[in-house]
């Protein structure tokens, strides 16, 4: 089962722009696995938030987590780095990547219930507090806990092919057996110190090398959306995911 929820997403992904004529493409994605009872879940509520759910509480009978990575294609992380402002490119891309996550979370329900499973969905962004700007379900450290990488100085979890794209999760009665879990650092910042170009990316100045300052940066995202009220809300920047060493792979992987 887990190969064949695999393929349903690589595939849906690939047939996606001929169901949706987005304008949108997307490489193939990395798909993971985890146990709901993993302990790391408990653990979120200390690292993100004390409200932040744990798989019972989206589905009173969990059993597992699916986590996948849509990683951009290099027509779209090109267009965002330069300037100040984040490129249409880069906006449209993500509005149409949420919108891909809700249909492919949905297809995969669908399939799930054929098989006399059941799933809970989460969407893929505006499901956060917007006053302490912190989700009670954050896709990048489900992911984390399944084993699809490990986070980037920039806050981004860094997988296989780098951080450029985005994350989506669901949560299944049906019990699957888990990736292997990310053993080391995938930032070279944190494995050497050699890397901390993502702070120097930061147009806005909300990150540091120890610290970052989400409401600085949630400011450039909200003036992002205003420029493009064509395209739906596109509150998002990624200027400190573009023009790194973890951009598109994962650099400690190719520093050792």
Request: include cysteine; glycine fraction near 8%; charge should be neutral.
């Amino acid at each position: 089962m887990q190969e064949m929820i695999t393929s349903r997403i690589k595939g849906y992904v690939q047939q996606y722009p001929g169901i949706k004529p987005t304008g949108a493409r997307w490489q193939e994605p990395l798909v993971a696995f985890a146990s709901a009872q993993d302990a790391g879940f408990s653990m979120l509520k200390a690292a993100v938030s004390p409200s932040h759910a744990l798989p019972e509480d989206l589905l009173k009978d969990a059993r597992s987590v699916i986590a996948y990575f849509l990683p951009f294609v290099a027509e779209v992380n090109k267009s965002n780095i330069p300037g100040r402002e984040a490129s249409r490119l880069w906006a449209k891309t993500y509005i149409a990547t949420n919108r891909l996550i809700a249909d492919l979370n949905g297809h995969l329900e669908d399939f799930l219930a054929v098989e006399g499973y059941n799933c809970a969905l989460i969407p893929a962004t505006h499901n956060f507090d917007e006053e302490k700007l912190i989700s009670d379900w954050s896709h990048r450290h489900v992911a984390h806990i399944a084993g699809l990488g490990g986070f980037g100085i920039n806050n981004m979890l860094i997988t296989a092919k780098g951080c450029c794209g985005r994350i989506g999760s669901l949560v299944t009665n049906l019990k699957l057996p888990p990736s292997p879990k990310a053993s080391r650092e995938y930032c070279l910042a944190k494995h050497d110190g050699s890397c901390f170009k993502c702070v120097g990316r930061c147009v806005q100045g909300a990150l540091f090398e120890d610290s970052f300052d989400r409401w600085k940066c949630y400011e450039m995202c909200l003036h992002n959306d205003s420029l493009f009220p064509d395209l739906g809300v596109a509150d998002v920047c990624g200027k400190c995911l573009v023009g790194l060493p973890c951009s598109t792979t994962d650099p400690v992987e190719k520093a050792v």
